[in-house]
């Protein structure tokens, strides 16, 4: 048997120590010998905070996903063992860690966010993105404007309360024409799998507030100034990238090109199932990958590793991804 001290300090006070222990409490000194050091046992603010050109970015983590490894089709444990390993990981059981980021542009003019959570969606080990927002010092009513790279749960969720009110009340939505359409094609969605329905239907709800301040993008382009649009399809019909330039400085906010920061990148071809296209997005991602590589174009992904943030070199047939490191300065 072990004694914690706390049961010690139970044994003294049942023994007729509560007098020593009562007079030492009086000298209001540090008692070393009875002292825990009590844990957090949660993880500090999930924001960060890096510039790219004059624009500042904050990084928002709504938290996490443990997701089963069924959901790639092309999956190969042994080998995908054997990546985790060689990258210092903890290999995954049949179980895939994913995070989920969001991301606040100041630009100087305008505060744009990209992308918003699961709010309370999809379970405990998520939802913080606006516990973060708060966190982060940003004020909803200061967002000019929401870009969504697509409109999955994990990306609207965070825009509008389960009562449906806005929750960034001067915002304009951005999204593009082909996912507004798709998500809202009730004769197709009648047919569809219940995943596809519940996203309908949670699409539908998240962005009715903004119906009246709504752009629809139909072309590659700037959406704003410094930002423009890259169509990436595949992922979903409507799934855009957006390319951040400032002081010949790019980022490209690729949404979700990659959901696996560990496989995806040697293996390209591993597309998930919530993919409604496949096969155009496994195109889609080795065309980013092959751009972002050859031109050191930095990227940032939303279930990349948090804060998302990094660069794509290629390596042999395939390529490497290499986290960028703390900004110490804006
Ligand atoms: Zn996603």
Redesign the pocket.
């Known amino acids: 048997m072990t004694l914690s001290r706390r049961d010690l300090l139970r044994s003294s006070l049942l023994t007729g120590g509560a007098g020593l222990v009562a007079s030492m409490a009086s000298l209001s000194v540090p008692m070393p010998g009875f002292a825990a050091a009590p844990k957090a046992g949660v993880q500090t603010t999930g924001a960060y905070r890096f510039s790219v050109g004059k624009f500042e970015i904050t990084a928002l983590l709504d938290g996490y996903i443990d997701a089963g490894s069924d959901l790639i089709p092309n999956y190969d444990p042994e080998v995908a063992e054997q990546l985790y390993k060689d990258q210092f990981r903890t290999p995954p059981v049949d179980k895939i860690r994913v995070p989920?980021n969001s991301f606040v542009v100041n630009t100087g003019d305008k505060i744009i966010l990209i992308d918003s959570g699961t709010a309370d969606n999809m379970g405990p080990t998520l939802g913080q993105f606006t516990d973060n927002l708060k966190a982060a010092g940003i004020a909803p009513e200061s967002v000019d404007a929401i870009l969504l790279t697509?409109m999955?749960v994990?990306?609207i969720s965070g825009i509008t309360s389960k009562e449906g009110k806005a929750h960034f009340p001067n915002a304009e939505l951005i999204v593009h024409k082909k996912d507004w359409d798709f998500w809202h094609d009730d004769s197709y969605m009648s047919q569809a799998s219940d995943f596809l329905k519940t996203n309908s239907a949670n699409a539908k709800a998240m962005s009715a507030p903004y119906s009246k301040r709504l752009t629809l993008i139909d072309k590659d382009g700037e959406v704003l100034p410094g930002i423009e649009a890259v169509a990436l399809p595949g992922h979903t019909p409507g799934h855009t990238g957006f390319v951040l330039r400032s002081e010949n400085q790019e980022v490209l906010i690729w949404?979700?090109v990659v959901?696996f920061t560990a496989l995806q990148f040697q293996h390209p071809e591993w597309s998930i199932a919530?993919d409604i296209d496949m096969q155009q997005a496994e195109q889609t991602r080795r065309r980013m990958l092959d751009w972002v590589s050859a031109d050191r174009v930095a990227v940032l992904g939303?279930?990349l590793e948090f804060p998302g943030l990094g660069h794509v070199a290629r390596e042999r047939d395939n390529y490497r991804y290499h986290q960028s490191s703390w900004q110490y300065q804006l």
């Open positions: 989920i697509h999955h994990d990306h949404g979700d959901h919530f939303s279930h």
